[in-house]
């Protein structure tokens, strides 16, 4: 069974950093194909991609915030590691994690998140 | 452009089909996959791939695509259905992700 849990402080200043962890139990990040992404959510709004960490280490980052952005892993605590960096109350939502997969179709990519954590609220506000 | 566009609000009779579209160009190198959000709960995977559910979602769920258009249907829409839906790919890169803008889904 998969599961993932975000971790990490539900209150930050502006200008401050946040340091959010995925814990996650049922698989393992060193595995071919594997990969771990952070989603967030303003209240009231869409999805938005963050960053994703492969098996292979390679990461991957929005365009937008790639410069605030940091993604780790800890294979051996089975743990992701993301973050982000001069907070604002903009950057105010729920971040998930996911487990992400995919699968070749005629020789397309299929990426799919299966496994989402509960996600974690995180508040900007001084 | 790297997007993906969504209707953001359709309705539908309890017992009747939907179909929630998902645009961009970036779908003509890669699937989407689909997600349901419920108010206050984590995005659950309905479909992915050229038409795959997960094991637990039921088969009024399916997929399609054509061209720069991803397609979710729900064939005999239940109460339980009426939730957010969002589409996700690649981006033009092949090294990003996007999710489309939302569809809120009611069943009349």
């Known amino acids: 069974q998969i599961t993932l849990k975000e971790s990490g402080p539900t209150l930050v200043k502006p200008t401050q950093t946040l340091t959010l962890t995925c814990t996650f139990s049922?698989?393992?990040?060193?595995?071919?194909?594997?990969?771990v992404g952070w989603i967030r959510q303003p209240p009231g709004k869409a999805l938005k991609w963050l960053a994703l960490?492969?098996?292979?280490?390679?990461?991957s980052y929005s365009p937008s915030l790639k410069s605030r952005l940091t993604i780790t892993k800890d294979t051996s605590k089975n743990q992701v590691i993301l973050t982000m960096t001069n907070m604002d109350p903009v950057d105010t939502a729920t971040y998930y994690c996911?487990?992400?997969?995919?699968?070749?179709?005629?020789?397309?990519?299929?990426?799919?998140?299966?496994?989402w954590g509960q996600g974690t609220p995180v508040t900007v506000s001084s | 452009s790297s997007e993906l566009t969504q209707d953001p609000a359709v309705s539908v009779a309890l017992g009747q089909t939907v179909r929630i579209t998902c645009q961009g160009d970036i779908l003509r190198n890669s699937y989407a996959s689909w997600y349901q959000q419920k108010p206050g709960q984590a995005p659950v995977l309905v479909i992915y791939g050229e038409n795959n559910r997960p094991s637990g979602i039921p088969d009024r769920f399916s997929g399609s695509n054509s061209g720069n258009t991803a397609s979710l249907t729900i064939t005999g829409a239940q109460a339980e259905d009426e939730a957010d839906y969002y589409c996700?790919?690649?981006?033009?890169?092949?090294?990003?992700?996007?999710f489309g803008t939302g569809t809120e889904v009611t069943v009349l």
């Open positions: 049922g698989f393992s990040l060193s595995t071919s194909g594997v990969g």
């Open positions: 996911a487990h992400r997969r995919v699968t070749m179709i005629r020789g397309l990519p299929g990426d799919y998140f299966e496994y």
């Open positions: 960490i492969f098996w292979n280490e390679d990461k």
């Open positions: 996700n790919s690649r981006d033009s890169s092949g090294n990003h992700f996007v």
